[in-house]
C-alpha cells in the first residue's frame, strides 16, 4: 500500500489561494453556498471580520492524507481524508485488503467519524477488526450467519472493552460512528452503527447502502424512550444527533437495560450480498461527505470520474473537494473500492471531458467581455455566479459545475494576467 501526506502548498487547490487572497467573503459564498448579494472580489474592508462559530475553523484545512492498494483477490482501492473547517480531525480509517492467515482472500475496510474527540475512533481503526476475529466466526469455510453474528458480537465486545478502559485510563468522553465492508470470496458484508454509510455501485447503479441510524427514526426513538431518554432537536436527549455508536459511555450508564437497549446502542446492522460480476465499486464515506451529496449523486460523480482519471486516490481527493466547495463543514473520509467490473478511462470519455473544458473556457471568457463592458475589473465570485447560473451541458453527474472549478479558475487567471498586461503602468511621481 503506499500512503502520502500532501504538504498543504502542494495540496491546496489553485483556485482556493486565489478566493482566499481575492477576499475571505468570497470563500463564504463559494463554500457554504450563501447569498453574498453585492458583494465583489474587490472587497477589502478589515473591519468587518466574518468567523465561523466553535468548533469550526475561520478557513478549512485542506491538507489530505491519501493512500491507495490492491488485493491480490482483484480489487483496487484508495482512501482520502481532510480536516476541513472543523477545529480537530476526529475521522479514522482501516484498510486491511488482505487478512492474515487463512482469510488472506478476505478484505476489511473501515471509516470511523469520531466526536467530542477522537480517541475511540483511533482505537477501533486499530483495534476493531481483531475483536471480530477473536470471536472464532469468520472463517475460510464460510458460514453467513456466523459472519454475521461474529461481526455484531466484536462489536458489543470492544465497546464494553473500551468502557473499561475509560473508566480505568480516564479517557476523553468520544464516541464514533462506524460503517465497514468485510469481503469474502463469495460475499460483501455491510457493517454500519451510526450515520457513516457505505454504498455499492452495480451494473451502473445504486445497488445497496446501509441506513443511518438517526434518533428520530421509530426503531431508535422507541429503544432510547424505553432506555429512559428523549429525542430533542432531532437529537438523543438534545446531545447527540445518532442513535447507535460506539464509545459515547455517558449514554450507556442504564443500569437495568442491556448493552444492545441503552440510549446509544454499539450493535452494527449488518447485512450481506452475494458478489456479482457486475459489481462496480464500494464507498463507504463519513458523514461529512454524505451531507453534501446524496447516494445517487456520488455514485454518478464516482463513476463519470473514472472514466477520465486513471489515479484512484485524485477521485477520493475530487469528491472531497466537491463535498467542501457543496457546503461541508465536517470532517471528510472517504474509501473507494473497485472491482474488475468498474469503469475505465476511454478516449470517448476524455474527449467529451476536453470539450467540456473548452465550452467553460469560452463561458468565462464571456463573463469576462460583461465585465469589461461595464468598465469593471475582474471579479472571481462574479464569473462564479455567472457561470452557476447557464446551463452547460456535458457537465459530471452530480457534481455540476462546482466540479470543474480548476478549469474555471485556470480560464480566470490567464484572462486576469492579459488584463493586468494591458493595464497602463502607475508612473507614480519618483520622475519629478
Known amino acids: 500500500m503506499r500512503t502520502a501526506r500532501r504538504a498543504s502548498n502542494v495540496e491546496v487547490p489553485s483556485f482556493l489561494r486565489q478566493l482566499v487572497k481575492e477576499t475571505g467573503k468570497m470563500v463564504t459564498f463559494f463554500f457554504k453556498g450563501e447569498k453574498a448579494e453585492g458583494v465583489s472580489a474587490d472587497l477589502e474592508d478589515e473591519d468587518e471580520d466574518w468567523v465561523l462559530p466553535s468548533p469550526y475553523l475561520e478557513r478549512p484545512i485542506l491538507e489530505k492524507h491519501t493512500a491507495e492498494g490492491e488485493a491480490r483477490w482483484g480489487a483496487t482501492y484508495a482512501l482520502a481524508s481532510m480536516q476541513g473547517w472543523r477545529a480537530e480531525m476526529e475521522d479514522a480509517h482501516t484498510c486491511t485488503p488482505e487478512i492474515d492467515g ?50 455484531r458480537e466484536g462489536f458489543l465486545r470492544i465497546d464494553k472493552h473500551m468502557q473499561n478502559l475509560a ?45 443511518d441510524h438517526k434518533p428520530v427514526n421509530p426503531r431508535e426513538k422507541e429503544r432510547i424512550q424505553n432506555a429512559g431518554g428523549s429525542v430533542t432537536l432531532q437529537r438523543v436527549n438534545g446531545s447527540l444527533a445518532v442513535s447507535r455508536a460506539l464509545g459515547d ?49 456520488l455514485c454518478e460523480f464516482v463513476r463519470s470520474r473514472l472514466q477520465v482519471c486513471d489515479d484512484l486516490r485524485e477521485v477520493c481527493t475530487q469528491v472531497i473537494d466537491l463535498c467542501l466547495y457543496k457546503g461541508s463543514l465536517d470532517n471528510m ?78 480560464a480566470y487567471q490567464k484572462l486576469t494576467a492579459a488584463y493586468r498586461q494591458q493595464e497602463p503602468e502607475d508612473t507614480g511621481d519618483e520622475s519629478c
Not at 476523553?172 to 468485510?182: F, I, R
Request: proline share 5%; hydrophobic share 35%.
Open 102 to 151: 487463512e482469510l488472506s482472500d478476505w478484505g476489511y475496510f473501515a471509516v470511523f467519524d469520531g466526536h467530542a474527540g477522537s480517541t475511540v475512533a483511533q482505537y477501533c481503526s486499530q483495534n476493531l477488526l481483531d475483536h471480530i476475529l477473536a470471536t472464532g466466526t469468520v472463517k475460510a469455510e464460510e458460514d453467513k450467519q456466523d459472519v454475521m453474528d461474529g461481526i
Open 333 to 410: 473520509s472517504i474509501i473507494i473500492i473497485c472491482f474488475p467490473s468498474a469503469p475505465q478511462v476511454s478516449p470517448e470519455a476524455l474527449q467529451r471531458e476536453a470539450e467540456l473544458e473548452e465550452a467553460i473556457e469560452g463561458r468565462v471568457a464571456e463573463a469576462f467581455k460583461v465585465l469589461r463592458s461595464r468598465d469593471e475589473d475582474p471579479d472571481l465570485l462574479y464569473v462564479m455566479k455567472f457561470l452557476a447560473s447557464d446551463t452547460i451541458s456535458g457537465l459530471p453527474p452530480g457534481g455540476g459545475i462546482t466540479s470543474k472549478r480548476d478549469c474555471i479558475i485556470s
Open 249 to 297: 459511555f455517558g449514554f450507556k450508564e442504564v443500569e437495568w437495560r442491556t448493552q444492545t437497549e441503552q440510549l446509544v446502542s454499539p450493535e452494527p446492522e449488518v447485512f450481506e450480498l452475494e458478489r456479482s460480476p457486475d459489481d462496480e465499486f464500494l464507498i463507504l464515506a463519513c458523514d461529512g461527505v454524505w451531507d453534501a451529496m446524496s447516494n445517487e449523486e
Open 167 to 211: 473508566r480505568r485510563d480516564n479517557w476523553d468522553p468520544s464516541g464514533s460512528t462506524a460503517a465497514a465492508v468485510l469481503i469474502s470470496p463469495r460475499h460483501i458484508y455491510f457493517v454500519n452503527c451510526g450515520d457513516s454509510r457505505t454504498l455499492l455501485c452495480r451494473d451502473e447503479q445504486v445497488c445497496f447502502y446501509t441506513e
